[in-house]
């Protein structure tokens, strides 16, 4: 597969999936709750809708390959190349009428992510990376992303999902960050990592997250300069405690005040 092909496939997997979800939203769609036993973890039938129409694709152009999705599991994850899917992520802001959502691609080989996209199909943008460079398209113009440079954690912007989906001990540890930071902001899910590629953000903290919540996010932050490692300065694919930064001080920093 030629780099023409394969960039014109995940813009394809990126269409076919917008098309799917945007009849959905900001409608009165059905939402089902995935979690039990307490707490709220979303899901309707734009997800499933989009994931079944990605792997359908994916499939049909490249059987041998794997695909690893947030709604409908695993198959073929000892392939050579795995494609990892989350077709909404940002549920909550989704159901709730918000923009900060976005359906994130990613391809994996040998379990490592050489190639990543955020595609938000109601702004009609597209951030997209393999690692050694990170590009947007979009209504502000096509450009490549940089991250910015930044001091330390008092110049720092600093971003989490909320800290309420922490357990006690790592929102504590997070309130030590943000508390050290200029400015801290809440909702982003994956607009957050992008935003953080883009220049606009500096420090990005994130608990609980799943392979599909991250592996597509790897390649556009590591093609836009910054650094992505778990809490515990290890290799961010398979998920957990993430920390994300776009200058090497600000992780240090973040990473030495996190463990203590």
Not at 51 to 70: C, Q, S, V, W, Y
Not at 150 to 166: F, N, R
Not at 181 to 200: E, F, P, Q, T
């Amino acid at each position: 597969m030629s780099a023409i092909d394969f960039t014109s496939f995940v813009d394809r997997l990126a269409s076919v999936s917008g098309e799917t979800i945007l009849p959905f939203f900001r409608t009165a769609l059905a939402i089902e709750n995935k979690q039990t036993g307490g707490g709220f973890d979303p899901v309707t039938a734009a997800d499933r809708a989009a994931e079944d129409a990605m792997r359908t694709l994916i499939r049909k152009n490249f059987p041998e390959h794997g695909i690893l999705g947030e709604e409908y599991g695993s198959e073929r994850t000892d392939a050579e190349y795995v494609w990892v899917l989350d077709p909404i992520d940002g549920t909550k802001s989704f159901i709730t009428g918000m923009v900060a959502w976005g359906t994130l691609i990613g391809l994996m080989r040998f379990g490592e992510p050489v190639f990543g996209m955020m595609h938000q199909p109601f702004t009609r943008e597209r951030f997209a990376g393999d690692g050694g460079g990170a590009r947007y398209r979009g209504p502000a113009g096509d450009r490549d992303l940089h991250v910015r440079a930044c001091l330390g954690l008092s110049d720092a912007i600093v971003s989490t999902t909320s800290p309420l989906l922490m357990n006690k001990a790592d929102r504590a540890a997070f309130g030590k960050v943000e508390n050290a930071a200029k400015l801290s902001r809440y909702g982003g899910d994956c607009y957050a990592y992008c935003m953080l590629a883009a220049g606009l953000i500096d420090l990005v903290i994130e608990t609980e997250i799943k392979p599909y919540d991250i592996v597509a996010v790897i390649p556009i932050i590591a093609g836009a300069g910054g650094i992505i490692t778990t809490w515990e300065n290890g290799p961010a694919q398979e998920g957990g405690r993430i920390v994300v930064a776009g200058d090497a001080r600000v992780h240090a920093a973040a990473l030495e005040m996190l463990k203590g």
